[in-house]
Nanobody, 121 residues
Framework: QVQLVESGGGLVQAGDSLRLSCAAS????????TGWFRRAPGKEREFVAV????????DYANSVKGRFTISRDNAKNTVYLQMNSLKPEDTAVYYC??????????????WGQGTQVTVSS
């Protein structure tokens, strides 16, 4: 079992930055890619970014490419999502997940509870 806990969400203004963290416990991240997903009000959960276990591979949704950066520190069992130039449409609950290197929800085995990000205009 892998337990994931997200933190770092909050209320910010458009153009601001936030850094989300995803801390793992239990089996930790050993061997797992880690993804960030989000669910905006009234919408389905969607892919945001993914990073391979080694950190050598990353992928992003087109909507966040160039603004968000995913990274990881395996020594700290933590994955980060640096979010810059935030827009109101980035408002959502953000979830981290551990599983296969994929943009698809079904390829992830473990999920955190989520952290709310609200961007005001």
């Amino acid at each position: 079992q892998v337990q994931l806990v997200e933190s770092g969400g909050g209320l910010v203004q458009a153009g601001d930055s936030l850094r989300l963290s995803c801390a793992a416990s239990g089996r930790t991240f050993s061997g797992y890619a880690t993804g960030w997903f989000r669910r905006a009000p009234g919408k389905e959960r969607e892919f945001v970014a993914v990073i391979s276990y080694e950190g050598s591979g990353t992928d992003y949704a087109n909507s966040v490419k160039g603004r968000f950066t995913i990274s990881r520190d395996n020594a700290k069992n933590t994955v980060y999502l640096q979010m810059n130039s935030l827009k109101p449409e980035d408002t959502a609950v953000y979830y981290c997940a551990a599983g296969s290197y994929s943009p698809y929800l079904r390829h992830y085995d473990y999920w955190g509870q989520g952290t709310q990000v609200t961007v005001s205009s």
